[in-house]
């Protein structure tokens, strides 16, 4: 067992406990940190730590291919047969036993599915892939053991739920959904109403209970020693609850996951905090908390709503002024580039940026392609969008459309290429990569909006599928694995090189990469229109002998061309 005795984090974990719960309670609480750090010593397996230009990050349910063996056994088949080396990381989102939201009920956070696979299968994925465990620490399943404990009176698990009168007033507190906060439970002390941020089936633990922090910590410490190089932290702007104030965001949410950072600094400094805060862009950066001592890594959720918008009007100005403040925040902090994950496109990472007309346009758009929308309620009653639910192909692409598919699918490919561009490391939900549709046969089967981009595709068909060079399907993987191959082998795209957006007309998002290490610069080119354009670039940056790594083609002069929808990455 490794020494932990002389850490230079035990004073700062000491005093962010006392930040947390108080100078008496946190002398307490620390000893017993100490101690299940000590537990996990030397028991964590060693990885790679940080990120490069050959790092990229698939995001994917356990079942989202199915058929013949189990799911995590399939899967790891499929990766290894159609994806190879084109990503890096891969995001299996909860696995564990649940009881709804797909998997985000959580029945018991040390378990997986025994339908999906065992310990073993993940352990076999882990050989070739950086793993990403979902912590789904703001609630637990109404069925789990600690609900059921909690509700009979285990003394071991008294206030590990927050219990209030039902006419409590939570008017202030932030809402996603457009249900109640409290729901009532039946308990040994009779009727109990406790705090759901979410749904009934999803009860949120109460972190002023020091128990439930140690009891969190020890389950992802557990993740760390099952191979998980990188946590995901769900819904964690909800995790500490203050009445009279949002409950979102608040300072001792932000100092838990400083602390939970650096629980992981001391054990296990290569597994990375991931924070899903799909939240207003100013909102969101503040998880970097200072100079990137909180989350390594948050979603960079605004890229999704706004490369959607700029496709949708053929202009990219919002979208490039909006990149302009995209800032390196140091070594141990970078963005995750998306377009689209299990749920939908995010409304709340546009305040500020689109006008309400310009979002009530997207949510028209939503509707026009087949899609939905989930309300959020807000704290005068209101109900305001919060996502768009639909499948990002077809968000782009209006499925009524006659245009042929080979505009759609490079309209798609553009979406995809930008995040890749962009400093930080780009994320691929598997829906994108195999370039699925809107699954209105889900959406019936399950009555929930959001299973519009959760389809479970089988095995056989999609290798049918993928066989047929000249599918869809086909075609869009071949395309986003090219690119993340060539974006693989160029410096300048690694995620700590710098960028500057650049001015190259409305139809046109630019940026400009540098690796001041390698010296190596790239200008990536992507037309957001469905027209051909002309383009005159500075010759400082487009020299006799540039070369276009797409397509090969050796430029001579500062005049370039684009196709609709073309994409160039210009050295």
């Given at each position: 067992?490794n020494?932990?005795s002389n ?5 700062l974990?000491?005093?962010?406990l006392?930040?947390?719960?108080g100078v008496e309670?946190?002398?307490?609480i620390?000893p017993r ?7 996990y010593?030397?028991?964590?397996p060693?990885?790679?730590s940080?990120w ?6 698939l ?6 291919i199915?058929?013949g063996d189990l ?7 499929f990766?290894?047969?159609s994806?190879?080396t084109?990503v ?12 709804s939201?797909?998997?985000f009920a ?10 999906l696979?065992?310990?073993?299968d993940l ?11 979902d ?6 399943s109404s ?10 009176g ?8 927050i ?14 959904r ?7 439970y039946?308990?040994?002390a009779g009727?109990?109403w ?9 009860v ?5 209970n020091?128990?439930?922090l140690?009891?969190?910590l020890d ?7 099952r191979?998980?190089?990188?946590i ?5 702007p909800y995790?500490?609850?203050e009445?009279?104030?949002s409950?979102?965001?608040?300072p ?15 054990v ?7 924070t899903e ?16 001592d909180?989350?390594?890594?948050i ?13 949708h009007?053929a ?8 990149a ?12 995750l580039n998306?377009?689209?994950?299990h749920d ?9 940026i689109?006008?309400?007309s310009?979002?009530?346009e997207?949510v ?8 939905d929308?989930?309300g ?5 009653g209101?109900?305001?969008p ?11 692409n209006?499925?009524r459309?006659r245009?042929?598919e ?22 691929i939900?598997i829906?994108?990569?195999l370039?699925s549709?809107?699954?209105m046969e889900?959406v019936?089967?399950?009555g ?8 479970q595709?089988n095995?056989?068909a999609?290798r049918a599928?993928l066989s047929?060079?000249r599918?869809?399907?086909a ?7 090219r ?6 082998q160029?410096?300048?795209?690694h ?6 957006i650049l001015?190259l007309?409305l139809?046109?998002f630019a ?6 290490t ?9 037309s ?5 354009q002309?383009?005159q670039?500075?010759s400082a940056?487009?020299t ?18 684009l196709?609709p ?7």
């Amino acid at each position: 067992m490794n020494d932990l005795s002389n850490s230079q984090q035990w004073p700062l974990l000491g005093e962010r406990l006392a930040q947390v719960y108080g100078v008496e309670p946190a002398a307490h609480i620390l000893p017993r940190l100490k101690a299940l750090l000590e537990r996990y010593a030397g028991k964590i397996p060693a990885g790679r730590s940080g990120w490069s230009e050959q790092d990229a990050l698939l995001i994917t349910y356990a079942d989202s291919i199915a058929g013949g063996d189990l799911p995590l056994q399939t899967l790891n088949q499929f990766l290894r047969e159609s994806i190879g080396t084109g990503v890096s990381f891969v995001h299996l989102l909860p696995f564990y036993p649940s009881t709804s939201d797909d998997g985000f009920a959580v029945e018991d956070f040390r378990a997986i599915r025994p339908d999906l696979g065992n310990w073993d299968d993940l352990q076999a994925m882990a050989q070739d892939y950086r793993l990403v465990f979902d912590g789904v620490i703001n609630h637990v399943s109404s069925s789990s053991g600690y609900m059921k404990g909690y509700c009979a009176g285990e003394p071991a698990l008294a206030n590990f739920f927050i219990a209030l009168p039902p006419e409590t007033d939570t008017s202030a507190v932030l809402r996603t959904r457009n249900l109640p906060l409290l729901h009532d439970y039946e308990t040994h002390a009779g009727k109990q109403w406790l705090w759901t941020t979410f749904s009934r089936d999803q009860v949120d633990l109460n972190f002023a209970n020091p128990e439930v922090l140690l009891e969190i910590l020890d389950v992802l410490l557990g993740y760390a020693s099952r191979g998980a190089a990188m946590i995901r932290l769900d819904a964690i702007p909800y995790l500490w609850k203050e009445l009279g104030t949002s409950c979102a965001h608040l300072p001792q949410t932000h100092e838990l996951i400083k602390l939970i950072r650096n629980v992981f600094d001391v054990v296990a400094p290569q597994v990375l905090l991931l924070t899903e805060t799909n939240v207003p862009h100013q909102e969101n950066v503040r998880y970097f908390g200072s100079r990137g001592d909180e989350a390594q890594m948050i979603y960079n959720f605004s890229l999704a709503p706004l490369i959607l918008w700029s496709l949708h009007k053929a202009d990219s100005s919002v979208l490039s002024q909006w990149a302009r403040g995209i800032d390196w925040i140091g070594a141990n902090a970078t963005y995750l580039n998306i377009t689209a994950t299990h749920d939908g496109i995010g409304m709340r990472p546009t305040e500020g940026i689109l006008s309400e007309s310009e979002r009530a346009e997207l949510v028209q758009l939503a509707l026009d392609h087949g899609g939905d929308i989930t309300g959020k309620r807000n704290s005068d009653g209101t109900v305001s969008p919060y996502e768009l639910n639909l499948n990002y192909y077809d968000a782009v692409n209006d499925p009524r459309s006659r245009e042929p598919e080979d505009l759609q699918i490079q309209r798609f490919i553009v979406s995809q290429a930008i995040p890749m561009a962009l400093m930080g490391m780009p994320g691929i939900y598997i829906h994108s990569l195999l370039g699925s549709r809107n699954d209105m046969e889900g959406v019936k089967a399950s009555g929930r909006a959001r299973s519009i981009n959760r389809e479970q595709l089988n095995i056989e068909a999609l290798r049918a599928e993928l066989s047929e060079s000249r599918s869809r399907r086909a075609r869009v993987l071949s395309e986003i694995k090219r690119l993340l191959a060539i974006r693989s082998q160029q410096s300048a795209f690694h995620p700590d090189a710098s960028q500057r957006i650049l001015d190259l007309g409305l139809s046109v998002f630019a940026v400009a990469r540098h690796n001041a290490t390698t010296g190596q610069r790239i200008l990536a080119i992507h037309s957001v229109s469905d027209q051909p354009q002309k383009l005159q670039v500075n010759s400082a940056r487009i020299t006799p002998g540039s070369i276009d790594l797409l397509n090969g083609e050796v430029l001579e002069n500062p005049i370039i061309t684009l196709e609709p929808y073309q994409v160039r990455w210009i050295i």
